[in-house]
């Protein structure tokens, strides 16, 4: 831990100067990076990983928006990782295919004005064997939106199917794909109890 980072529980940091909350889980001495910010983020996750002279072995993307795979190209041709990400969005990363729009304008406008740069070599979550964590799809925020479970440490990370706000979990229906299913989503999330949840944006909150 440094000022390129703060302690969030045994095993996890949180990478600061990113938009949207990049972590670091550290698991039987692997580094999964879960999100990757904006590119602009992406060289902050690049100065954290060269400074400590360590590299993440593994990425995990929750959902496509680009101020969580923004950073991903510039992370892959750095490092090489392993990178996995929705089934359902894959090509959407991969940029071969347009995302789906929020619903709202607003939302609309500003998803419409944050690009992200393509990445080819990225594979479905559902094929990932990374020891200790399960995926759990959480649908709504986006078409794939997933969540990452870390049973033993007691650990969801929600990306922004569920985000920290005056210390409750919300989410953001301006970016939210299908209004329905994020909220049943989120429900699920805060279903689970004794979990400390770690969102896309916000700070942690203990379930």
């Known amino acids: 831990m440094d000022m390129y980072s703060m302690k969030i529980s045994e095993g996890v940091e949180r990478i600061d100067g990113v938009t949207a909350n990049s972590y670091l889980l550290t698991l039987d001495g692997k580094n999964i990076l879960i999100d990757t910010g904006t590119a602009g983020g992406g060289k902050k996750i690049i100065d954290y990983f060269n400074k400590n002279g360590t590299k993440p072995d593994y990425v995990i993307v929750t959902h496509h928006h680009a101020d969580h795979v923004g950073g991903l190209k510039e992370i892959s041709e750095r490092f090489n990782p392993e990178i996995y990400v929705p089934d359902l969005e894959m090509k959407i990363i991969r940029g071969e295919e347009d995302p789906p729009k929020p619903r709202s304008f607003f939302g609309r406008m500003i998803t419409g004005m944050l690009k ?92």
């Open 116 to 207: 992200f740069e393509p990445v080819k070599d990225v594979k479905p979550v559902s094929k990932a064997s990374i020891p200790g964590i399960e995926e759990m799809a959480t649908p709504g925020h986006t078409i794939g939106s997933t969540s990452y479970i870390v049973e033993d440490l007691h650990i969801l990370f929600s990306g922004d199917a569920a985000v920290e706000s005056g210390g409750e979990l919300k989410i953001n229906k301006s970016f939210s794909y299908e209004i329905n299913s994020a909220e049943r989503s989120l429900e699920i999330i805060k279903g689970m109890k004794g979990y400390l949840v770690l969102p896309g944006h916000g700070d942690k909150v203990q379930l």
